[in-house]
């Protein structure tokens, strides 16, 4: 991974920031993108703030990246909103769907169609997409989300089929609860709603596992790191769970 150049999305919290100091670590040249400059500034790396749910900001991510650090070898896509705003389908307000489908979906198309031709050209390339248990398995109230990482997951085998003969792999990796701030959030949600205490949400949440635990975003971004690396050249196309062998 030595002097590979890296584009990691998410990246100034949680599983991306993980993922972008790992990959730094490899050898990687990491820019991460979040629209956060404050929480960027924190990571270490180079960064640029970005709306990555516009055209506008995903060029501008990848104009940024190629003129400071060179052509992009490594694309994470690891941004995202959540689902704790969502009601159930019949009561959905249709802004929600589309603001989750502009970040969720129609950026990491974005960065896709940005980058990956000239991994293509090249000869070389990585791409990694994180979804989620939601993107196999739809959640209540949670239409936009669901839909979205579904979504994902076929951006992700849709890319590897049009670059795989060129020597560029694209696959997802699929989380289960991992306690950063976007389900933090989900958690004070769902809290409220039950009448609960956060504490007992995430004691739940925690019980779908055999370890009794929930992730660490650390265990999500070691997954990452390996599908961008050269030993990781014969896994293409796939969905990855990440999500401690419990059954979601």
């Excluded at 998410?10 to 929480?39: D, H, K, P, T, Y």
């Excluded at 909103?81 to 129609?106: C, F, K, Y």
């Excluded at 070389?124 to 979205?148: I, N, P």
């Excluded at 055999?210 to 796939?238: H, K, T, W, Y």
Aim: proline share 3%; hydrophobic share 45%.
């Amino acid at each position: 991974m030595n002097g590979r150049v890296a584009l990691v999305t998410g990246g100034g919290r949680g599983i991306g920031r993980e993922a972008a100091l790992l990959l730094a670590a490899a050898g990687a040249r990491v820019m991460v993108v979040a629209r956060s400059a404050a929480e960027l500034m924190t990571v270490g790396l180079e960064y640029v703030a970005a709306d990555l749910g516009t055209t506008e900001g995903c060029a501008l991510a990848v104009a940024e990246t190629e003129r400071r650090l060179g052509p992009i070898d490594l694309l994470v896509v690891n941004h995202g909103i959540g689902s704790a705003h969502e009601r159930v389908v019949w009561e959905q307000d249709p802004a929600v769907w589309r603001e989750t489908m502009r970040v969720n979906l129609d950026g990491p198309f974005e960065l896709a169609r940005l980058t990956v031709g000239g991994m293509c050209q090249r000869g070389f390339g990585r791409c990694v997409f994180t979804s989620s248990t939601a993107g196999q398995k739809a959640e209540r109230s949670g239409s936009a989300y669901t839909a979205s990482k579904h979504g994902v997951i076929g951006l992700a085998r849709a890319v590897a089929q049009d670059a795989g003969p060129f020597g560029v792999t694209s696959n997802a990796v699929l989380p289960g609860w991992v306690r950063t701030d976007m389900a933090e959030r989900s958690a004070a949600t769902e809290a409220e709603r039950r009448g609960i205490t956060v504490d007992q949400v995430w004691r739940e949440r925690a019980a779908i596992y055999p370890r009794n635990r929930v992730l660490e975003p650390r265990e999500v971004a070691q997954v990452i790191e390996f599908l961008c690396s050269d030993a990781a050249g014969g896994v293409n196309g796939e969905a990855i769970t990440v999500a401690l062998g419990g059954i979601w």
